[in-house]
């Protein structure tokens, strides 16, 4: 489409010529790093950090003696494969979904949450070489679930005593920590395999 | 090394994530209320979905049906305050079974141990709780037991009065608390016999009877010198002298006070050892035929 301004003669005093081009509009919606990825993205980041934090809140009453923190993975899985700022936001938001869902003091778990994100960037720089393999989601989930439960009882341990932390952490926090490095390795897969981009 | 730029940058991130969290800690309690109240509202959803989800994979690993419909919650619910109930009535009603037991064992043991006259167990069935609580009872034994007027009624601790009174199912039982009541007694230490009767009501008159104890005895002289020589402390027992339906030897009381009436006879308080109240169940002491 092309516009020219002319005066009597019809000189042309202006002329702008406006062109459609459809394999740049294409990228700038459709291609990688464009909007409509990106939205995308940005759904299923707020999908899952907000079923996870609703699973985390709710695993206990199905199976009490069972630790198990999908919202800990997921932190651990976006910081590590997409941003470290989404998995801080992650530990923002879905720490404080999970508060107002175990009716906790505003910000507890979310501080619990922080230092997983680190970790989980920390071994993912520490350990390159695992960085595709079955070890990679099992090590994450082990070490997020261990970390967060350590946090969770040094921040949200009440009045409880460091003896009785002390006794959780044997009976409790590393069977718990076990099960979710092993149950953390499929959905940590699932998570990787769904997530449009890699790191 | 460890001072790169991008160490740097992710520590200046979690730096702010901990200031925005630590910023959470220090907001006022509305504000804070307000939030838990947006996240809860927020993660409903979520925690519905994931409950499910978990509940699926319980059943899958458990194989049990749950979780329970919120009808089915109710209704357990329901069935649970009904038991509850039920469980304190049960308790309730054990206690007491409890103390009937003790009562009636204690009763079975003074029965076992009487040899020349038979004991029949007989339950309260009527007390006036508001007149003459501590006057007359009624008892579910009559004739068809066995029961006479005159025979004495007690208790494992003593005499509790005489049968006034008897039909065929019942019988009315003047207490020792009736202001009418007289009795032939006597003192086995000193080996003296006397008449047992009620105080005068005019000790009593601003008192209500529901809940006083029998009012204390007077055993009154007929010879002077032979009642000179009760004392305080000095038992008092049934007598068969003037009645020969009445078991001789029951305990009625202790003496608690001596004195010297107008006409220079001795009187004597004497304190029942039974006591009427809260009874539900007495003993009619039978004569051997």
Redesign the interface.
């Given at each position: 489409m092309k516009y020219t301004l002319q005066d009597n003669q019809d000189n042309p005093l202006l002329e702008a010529e406006i062109t459609f081009h459809l394999p740049a509009w294409r990228r700038l919606l459709l291609g990688y790093g464009g909007i409509l990825p990106k939205f995308g993205d940005l759904l299923w980041y707020a999908f899952w950090l907000?079923?996870c934090?609703?699973?985390q809140?709710?695993?206990a009453?199905?199976?009490p003696m069972l630790g198990f923190y999908p919202l800990a993975l997921f932190v651990a899985f976006w910081s590590t494969r997409h941003s470290?700022?989404g998995g801080?936001v992650a530990?923002?938001i879905g720490?404080?979904?999970?508060?107002?869902?175990m009716?906790m003091?505003?910000?507890s778990q979310?501080?619990a949450l922080?230092p997983v994100?680190?970790l989980a960037?920390w071994l993912e720089e520490r350990l390159p070489s695992w960085k595709f393999t079955v070890l990679a989601p099992i090590v994450q989930g082990f070490s997020a679930s261990l970390l967060f439960g350590l946090c969770f009882l040094l921040f949200c341990g009440g009045d409880s005593d460091i003896l009785f932390r002390l006794r959780q952490f044997a009976r409790h926090l590393l069977p718990a920590a076990l099960f979710s490095g092993l149950l953390g390795a499929p959905l940590l897969f699932a998570l990787w395999g769904l997530g449009r981009r890699q790191k | 090394m460890i001072f790169t730029a991008v160490f740097r940058k992710?520590l200046y991130?979690?730096l702010?994530?901990?200031a925005?969290?630590?910023l959470?800690?220090c907001?006022p309690e509305e504000h804070?209320q307000w939030?838990?109240?947006?996240?809860?509202f927020?993660?409903r959803?979520?925690?519905?979905?994931?409950?499910t989800?978990?509940?699926g994979?319980?059943d899958i690993l458990t194989g049990r049906k749950?979780p329970l419909s919120p009808a089915e919650q109710e209704e357990v619910l329901a069935s649970l305050a009904t038991l509850k109930i039920d469980l304190a009535e049960a308790q309730a009603q054990s206690q007491s079974f409890q103390s009937e037991n003790k009562q009636l064992r204690e009763l079975l043991g003074l029965v076992k141990a009487a040899r020349q006259y038979s004991f029949c167990v007989a339950s309260v069935i009527r007390r006036d709780a508001l007149s003459d609580y501590h006057a007359t009872m009624l008892i579910d034994k009559g004739t068809r037991d066995g029961l006479k007027i005159g025979q004495a009624v007690l208790s494992p601790a003593g005499l509790l009065g005489v049968i006034k009174s008897v039909a065929p199912d019942s019988a009315e039982i003047r207490l020792l608390g009736h202001r009418d009541f007289t009795l032939t007694c006597r003192i086995p230490a000193r080996r003296l016999t006397g008449l047992l009767t009620s105080a005068p009501d005019s000790d009593h008159v601003e008192r209500p009877s529901l809940l006083l104890p029998p009012s204390p005895m007077q055993m009154q002289a007929t010879s002077g010198l032979q009642f000179d020589s009760g004392v305080v402390g000095d038992q008092v027992v049934t007598s068969s002298l003037g009645n020969e339906e009445m078991l001789d030897g029951i305990i009625i009381g202790t003496i608690t006070k001596t004195d010297i009436d107008t006409a220079g006879a001795p009187v004597m308080q004497v304190t029942p050892a039974a006591t009427d109240s809260q009874l539900d169940f007495v003993l009619v002491a039978i004569p051997a035929k």
């Open positions: 907000w079923f934090s609703g699973w809140s709710v695993w009453d199905s199976f470290l700022v801080l530990c923002l720490g404080f979904l999970l508060d107002a869902g009716f003091p505003l910000g979310a501080l922080l994100a680190w960037v | 992710r991130l979690c702010a994530a901990l925005l969290v630590l959470a800690f907001l804070r939030l838990g109240s947006l996240g809860q927020l993660g959803p979520a925690r519905a979905a994931a409950g989800v978990t509940a994979a319980k749950e």
